[in-house]
C-alpha cells in the first residue's frame, strides 16, 4: 500500500512551550485510522500542521506526496477537511456555500453534495446564520466528501451529530474506504474509534507513542480471567506460569490477570480441571485508560 501521510520529527513550538514534540506517524492508503490522545496531547495542532494551516518549527510532514508547509494551498485543493470548530460564512445559504467551496476547488460537487445533504438530512436552504451546531457539522462533513477526495483529515468529525445522522456519516466514511479512500481522524469516542479503525495512533504531550493496530494493542493487554477449579483440586499444587498475576485467591476459585500473548495462556488452561473459566478481553477504552494511567 502506499503511503499517504509520512512525518518525521515534526515540531511545532510556541515561544517556550513545544506542542508538538519529534512526531513521526505514517497512514497507509485504503485504511481508517484513528488519532487518539486527551486534551492537550496535540492532536488538533498535528491535523492542522498536516493541511498546511500552521508552519512546523522543525521537521517535515507529507501529504499525497506535497509538503505541507510549502504546498498547503494545493494540497487543500485534493484533500477533504474538516476542522474541529466549523466557520462559515454565516449570510450565505447551505446551498451557496457548497456552490461557492466547489468553484474554490475547480470541481462540480452539485450531484454529490445533494445526495449528501439528503442522506445527512440537511436543508441547504436555509442560511448558515440559522443552523445549529450539529447542522454546520453536517455541511462541514459535506464539503470535506463532496468532490470525492482521496484522502479525509477529520477533526472529531461526529462530535454534535445525533445518533440516526451519526450512524449515517460512519457509514458513509465506510463506503468511502471500501471505495479506496483513506480516512484519518481524531476523536474522543473511543467505541466510535474501535468501531471505524483498524488501526490508531496514540498521542501524548506531542509525541507519538503508540502506532500500530487495535488487534495488536489487544493482544499486548492484560486479559482478566476468572478461573473456576473442580471441586477435588489442590489449587495450592498448581504451577503458576510467568505473566499470570493472581488477584484473588479462594478454595476452588481463582481471579487473575495475564500479561502476554493467548496461545501460551491457553496451552497453560488446557492442564487445568476447570469446572468454568470466564476470559475478559479488553476493549479500547479499558487500554486507553491502562496506557494513560500507567504513565
Not at 160 to 189: I, K, M, N, W
Not at 228 to 253: H, W, Y
Request: hydrophobic share 40%.
Amino acid at each position: 500500500m502506499d503511503t499517504i501521510i509520512s512525518v518525521h520529527n515534526l515540531t511545532k513550538k510556541y515561544g517556550s512551550k513545544t506542542v508538538v514534540n519529534a512526531m513521526n506517524l505514517t497512514v497507509t492508503s485504503g485504511t481508517m485510522v484513528g488519532l487518539l490522545g486527551p486534551n492537550g496531547s496535540g492532536k488538533t495542532t498535528t491535523i492542522r500542521l498536516l493541511m498546511g494551516l500552521l508552519f512546523p518549527t522543525s521537521g517535515q510532514s507529507l501529504v499525497l506526496g506535497m509538503r505541507c508547509d510549502t504546498q498547503g494551498h494545493l494540497l487543500r485543493s485534493q484533500v477533504g477537511y474538516l476542522p474541529g470548530d466549523v466557520h462559515l460564512y454565516g449570510h450565505l445559504t447551505g446551498h451557496a456555500t457548497l456552490e461557492f467551496l466547489s468553484h474554490v476547488r475547480g470541481k462540480r460537487c452539485t450531484d454529490e453534495y445533494s445526495r449528501l445533504a439528503s442522506r445527512f438530512d440537511l436543508d441547504l436552504k436555509l442560511p448558515v446564520r440559522k443552523y445549529s451546531t450539529g447542522m454546520r457539522q453536517k455541511l462541514g462533513l459535506i464539503q470535506a466528501l463532496m468532490h470525492r477526495p482521496n484522502l479525509l483529515i477529520l477533526d472529531e468529525p461526529t462530535s454534535a451529530l445525533d445518533p440516526l445522522v451519526r450512524t449515517q456519516v460512519v457509514d458513509e466514511l465506510r463506503q468511502y474506504v471500501a471505495q479506496g479512500g483513506t480516512v484519518l481522524f481524531s476523536s474522543h469516542s473511543l467505541h466510535e474509534v474501535e468501531e471505524l479503525c483498524e488501526e490508531v495512533i496514540v498521542l501524548r504531550n506531542g509525541k507519538t507513542v503508540e502506532q500500530q493496530s487495535i488487534a495488536a494493542l489487544k493482544s499486548k493487554a492484560l486479559r482478566h480471567l476468572t478461573l473456576v477449579f473442580q471441586p477435588d483440586v489442590d489449587v495450592d499444587l498448581i504451577k503458576v506460569p510467568a505473566g499470570l498475576s493472581i488477584i484473588d485467591k479462594q478454595a476452588n476459585s481463582w481471579v487473575c490477570t495475564w500479561d502476554g500473548e493467548s496461545r501460551p495462556l491457553l496451552s497453560w488452561l488446557a492442564t487445568l480441571e476447570l469446572s468454568e473459566v470466564y476470559i475478559v478481553r479488553p476493549n479500547l477504552s479499558d487500554l486507553f485508560l491502562a496506557y494513560y494511567d500507567s504513565r
